[in-house]
């Protein structure tokens, strides 16, 4: 084996090695591994589908980090290459973890259009799923309700024909907040229960904690300002313990304090809610729509 192919093995064992650490969530670990393979791959063979494979795992672990820019710019790089090598698959994969990056930081037009060229290209269901979550959650999130029951009903059908019943949790979260985007509360605080239960049980504490912040939006809907306080109560309690980042708990604070007063608005809840999501891929964003609360004390 020349050397410069053995530095192509030892890279690909950092890029492996680096992606098992941000699985477990030792991101700096993992940084310093794909530095390692970065260094490695100068001394390689030029291996384009090496390079595209660490753009890919790199860009996943930016997200990871709160650097949603940085890694859109990667997964760019990424499909350049892709289209180059032409491997379908990997391309598709390419495509849709862009439109991942976009749901949080592009319009939703350009969200929908990276997806609808990955899953075009993709064969494996789990992958196609994720493209379809990615579109779904943004325009429920963005009130698109119609548009997002679409395609909700599109990854119903995907799960079923694939009988992948282990992703239905997520699955649910998203036909949850898409019956709110509908106005269809009953139905969206049903769904909603559902899955804050299930990621109770299966010790998800942070996500049920999102969760119950999007039912608190729903039982402000309906008036039920004492069940508002309650989630807003056990979510303080999650991110606490979870040592949520300053601003992020600043944001959740606005919530936690007009819930206690029983003055929050669905309005309020919902922007807290839609805000720590997009805080954990994108940490440069800032909140807005704090006012409100402010203005109604007074």
Known sequence: MSPAALCDLQAETRLYLGNAMR??????????????????????????????DYLSLFAILRAGQGDAPE?????DQEIAIRRLLGDREKLGDAYINRGWIAAWVDPVEDCVGYVQDGVSLVSDPRHMLLGLYVV???????????????????AETVCNLAEMGKVRIQL??????????????DDAAAELERVRAAFLADGVAYRAAIVSLDLASVRAAQGRLAE?????????AVFKAERLERRALSAFLVLYQAAQAETVSAALARRVADFLVRFQY????????????????V
């Open 23 to 52: 699985l477990n969530s030792r991101l700096r670990e993992a940084e310093r591994a794909y530095a390692e393979a970065r260094e490695l791959m100068e001394c390689g063979t030029s291996d384009r589908g090496l390079r595209a």
């Open 71 to 75: 890694a859109a710019q990667l997964f």
């Open 136 to 154: 779904a959650e943004r325009l429920a999130r963005d009130g698109a309700g119609l548009d997002a029951w679409k395609v909700v009903c599109a």
């Open 172 to 185: 649910g979260w998203i036909r949850g907040i898409t019956y709110r985007a509908l106005g269809q509360l």
């Open 228 to 236: 508002v306080r309650e989630l807003a109560e056990e979510a303080y």
């Open 282 to 297: 994108d940490r440069s964003t800032k909140f807005q729509g704090g006012d409100e609360w402010q203005e109604r004390r």
